[in-house]
Every structure is written in structure tokens, then in C-alpha cells.
């Protein structure tokens, strides 16, 4: 009360009057990364929030990593049908 009575005491001193206006801003702002919202863009409604967005990106690392460990290491795992000689032409 002290505060709102020396405000008054100044406006009637010097003609001036102050608005005064209270904004309280919140430090929990949440941002988007920009991973998040392309992929929301570009699904074209399918995925509409952030949290399938990151289970989106997580399902598509895991079968990512699976195609290239398939791709490297071969799918049929097994020996070659070729013949002997087709890899080593000095055996007969």
C-alpha cells in the first residue's frame, strides 16, 4: 500500500501519471525443434505432435541400423553357389 500511495503523492506533485502494468513471463517456453516440425510437415497429417515425431525418428534409426547391418554383413549369410574356380582360377 505504501507503493500505491507514494504514486499518488507523485501524480498530484508533478502531473504525471504512470500506468503501470504487471506482465509475468514464463521461463517454460517450449520450442519445437526443427527435426520435429519437418517431419510433421512432410507426413502430411499422420503425425501430428512432437512426442510421435521422436517415436517416429526412433522406429526409423532402429530399421535404418537393421538395413545396413543386413547390408553389410549379407542377407543370405551363407557360402556362394559359384563354383571353385570362378574365386580361385589356379585351382583345377
Known sequence: MGVESESK???SLYGVKFEESYKIESNNTHITPAKYKTIIKISGGLIKNEAQASV???IFS???I???LFLF???DGGAPNAPAEYYHPNIR
Do not use: Q, R
Request: glycine share 6%; net charge negative.
Open 62 to 64: 532402429v530399421l535404418a
Open 66 to 68: 537393421i538395413v545396413s
Open 9 to 11: 503523492n507523485e501524480e
Open 73 to 75: 554383413f549379407g542377407i
Open 56 to 58: 517416429f525418428l526412433l
